[in-house]
């Protein structure tokens, strides 16, 4: 069986990789943080002061700002970590879904209804 | 020596364990995927398991990227859940089975898998919510379990192909265990979903149904997917296979189908469980 190690092309997606892993560190360690609610108050509290805590780059730090997932994903940042940010926005996987492909919600959510058609 | 009994496999979205605590099993929305519980209920009732073996994959409660096993067993009395960040309520606790945990140990590394060794491990929606699904209800789990988490949120993931031969090392270190226990091996996640970018909401309906018909008989049909080639069939997360492919794995005898459901969607994913019996031969058991 032979390996092919480069990263595959498929539309929409990014596949997270070790370069992925290592450029996203920061902001992905930080989403870690928020398992915890006294780490996600303090979030809430100085989103600047947290961030700079975890030595977000620029591009996460504008992207976190931005509340935009596919700016996040293109900084590193891993969905099952992401989920833990968009949770303090009380966001769920459809409304990131909704932003993500440019649909409203409601749209997103039909498009999926229809998957099973 | 320990009984095979068969392998439950089921999608452990999060959204499920929202309705669980609402009480919304009957809700339109939500019934077409509960209503696939009860025979797996009256399944567990005969089939009367002790342990469970779990293949699920933690997505960042218990392991972070600093260190990231691609197989991990739990070997501890108890196991937790806790605060995933994102508002699921928190699960009840499970009882562990510390013993057959180092049997397993023993024998897989003995058999070349390398596996992380945990007597602390956190386990994530992914294992309650199937274990919420099996044994309803909230009180004391009848079972004790065995966790087994691999990697699915780092590339590069283990194959399609490695994840089914560990399952078959589970297997045979069951066949090998000396305590007379029955035993049901899970496997947790999946079908075809996608979370995260512009392909958000990709579901491949065709090729799940395939995937279920293949995994009773035909498995190895299944481990010829590379994992890029599994991403674009099932999605960036519909590589939550690997855990059924484990599971599906561990049955040494032979397999039949008992129960399968499927629906679309659950939040954005293709849900669905499956029963799969093992029938232990004469001469195994002997």
């Not at chain 2, 929202?18 to 509960?34: R, S, T, V």
């Not at chain 2, 009848?142 to 590069?156: E, F, G, L």
């Amino acid at each position: 069986m032979t390996h092919d190690t480069r990263r595959p092309d498929i539309p929409g997606t990014t596949l997270f990789d070790g370069a992925m892993a290592r450029k996203g560190y920061a902001l992905n360690k930080m989403c870690y943080s928020f398992n915890s609610a006294a780490n996600r108050e303090a979030f809430l509290r100085d989103e600047d002061a947290y961030c700079a805590s975890y030595g977000l780059d620029e591009a996460q730090r504008s992207a976190v700002r931005n509340r935009n997932v596919l700016e996040l994903i293109a900084a590193g940042g891993n969905i099952y970590y992401l989920a833990k940010l968009a949770g303090i926005f009380r966001l769920d996987v459809q409304d990131i879904g909704a932003q993500q492909t440019g649909m409203s919600k409601e749209a997103f959510k039909a498009m999926l209804v229809a998957a099973g058609r | 020596m320990a009984t095979i009994t068969g392998a439950v496999t089921s999608s452990h979205v999060p959204a499920i364990g929202g309705a669980i605590a609402k009480g919304l099993q009957q809700d339109p929305y939500f019934n077409p995927f509960f209503a696939g519980f009860p025979p797996v209920h009256a399944w567990l009732a005969k089939a009367k398991p002790d342990v469970a073996v779990v293949f699920y994959n933690d997505h960042g409660l218990n392991f972070f990227l600093d260190k990231l096993p691609t197989f991990a067993i739990g070997a501890a009395p108890e196991y937790r859940n806790a605060d995933e960040g994102w508002g699921i309520p928190t699960m009840r606790p499970f009882r562990g089975d510390p013993e057959l945990s180092w049997h397993l140990i023993d024998r897989l590394v003995a058999d070349e898998f390398d596996m992380t060794m945990c007597q602390e491990m956190l386990v994530d929606h992914a294992l309650t919510l199937p274990m919420a699904l099996l044994w309803p209800g909230g009180g004391e789990c009848p079972v004790r379990i065995v966790p087994i988490a691999m990697n699915h949120v780092q590339h590069p993931l283990p194959s399609l192909s490695r994840s089914y031969r560990l399952g078959q090392a589970v297997g045979r270190a069951l066949d090998a265990w000396d305590e007379d226990v029955r035993v049901v091996v899970l496997g947790t996640g999946g079908l075809s979903h996608q979370l995260d970018g512009q392909r958000a909401g990709f579901i491949n309906k065709a090729f799940d149904l395939m995937c279920m018909e293949a995994i009773v008989d035909d498995p190895e049909r299944l481990t010829r997917y590379s994992m890029p080639d599994l991403v674009r069939e099932a999605g960036a997360q519909g590589t939550e296979l690997m855990t059924w492919l484990a599971a599906r794995g561990a049955l040494t005898g032979r397999v039949s189908k008992v129960h399968s459901n499927y629906h679309i969607p659950i939040s954005n994913t293709a849900a669905a469980s499956m029963v799969l019996e093992n029938e232990v031969s004469v001469e195994a058991n002997a």
